[in-house]
């Protein structure tokens, strides 16, 4: 998973690009956890989201790009407990 520093306000409220900076980070992650590859780009969650695609791989999302439950989870709780550190690291990181 590619290490980059997001600003938490450009996740919650930036463009698409980067509002679903989290999907990728997330499907990225739940693929290494199922040891499967995961080769899609940001611009292709966009695109589809863009044409109105709001289900990525049994991760459902709200209209504005952010995960609301995965009916994939490899594990339960899998997908509160990327948000949740994922929000931290990036608020850590925003505050670094």
């Known amino acids: ?3 980059k520093k997001i600003n938490l306000s450009l996740v919650l409220q930036g463009n698409i690009n980067q509002r679903m900076q989290l999907l990728e980070n997330y499907l990225e992650a739940r ?3 199922e040891n499967v590859e995961w080769e899609l780009t940001n611009q292709y969650l966009v695109d ?3 044409q109105g695609c709001r289900d990525f791989f049994g ?3 709200n209209g504005r790009g952010f995960p609301i ?6 594990v339960p709780g899998f997908l509160n407990n990327f948000i949740n550190w994922f929000l931290i690291t990036n608020v850590n990181n925003h505050l670094n």
């Not at 439950?69 to 490899?74: A, G």
């Open 1 to 3: 998973m590619k290490n």
């Open 31 to 33: 693929a290494i956890q």
């Open 48 to 50: 589809h989201f863009e």
């Open 59 to 61: 991760v459902k999302l």
């Open 69 to 74: 439950f995965d009916t994939n989870e490899p």
